[in-house]
Nanobody, 123 residues
Framework: AQQLAESGGGSVQSGGSLRLSCVASGFTYDDYCMGWFRQAPGEEREAVAAIDSDGNTRYEDFVAGRFVISQDSAKNTVYLQMNNLKPEDTAMYYC?????????????????WGQGTQVTVSS
């Protein structure tokens, strides 16, 4: 069965950094897109960043150069390096996988989702 497992969340102060990891298992297709999404309490789930199997990346505007998405195909792992964190970045962060699509921030092609990892940024 396909699974996504996130890790790396935690509590940091404003201006701090965290690196999230997402390990994918059970996936066999070569063309894919991996995305990071987040959801704060009472808010809609929103896209953060995405990367596809060709290494193309896309970011939401609010990332503003603070976050970097990358992947290590040999380890089946996608990372989200988050720098200069702000209190408004506080949310549950989810990893998601979409098969057969180019890089996209739309949540609809994503078929598989992890359980999430909590990020809390204090001022």
């Amino acid at each position: 069965a396909q699974q996504l497992a996130e890790s790396g969340g935690g509590s940091v102060q404003s201006g701090g950094s965290l690196r999230l990891s997402c390990v994918a298992s059970g996936f066999t297709y070569d063309d894919y897109c991996m995305g990071w999404f987040r959801q704060a309490p009472g808010e809609e789930r929103e896209a953060v960043a995405a990367i596809d199997s060709d290494g193309n990346t896309r970011y939401e505007d609010f990332v503003a150069g603070r976050f970097v998405i990358s992947q290590d195909s040999a380890k089946n792992t996608v990372y989200l390096q988050m720098n200069n964190l702000k209190p408004e970045d506080t949310a549950m962060y989810y990893c998601a996988a979409a098969q057969g699509v180019a890089v996209t921030l739309s949540r609809y092609p994503y078929d598989y989702w992890g359980q999430g990892t909590q990020v809390t940024v204090s001022s």
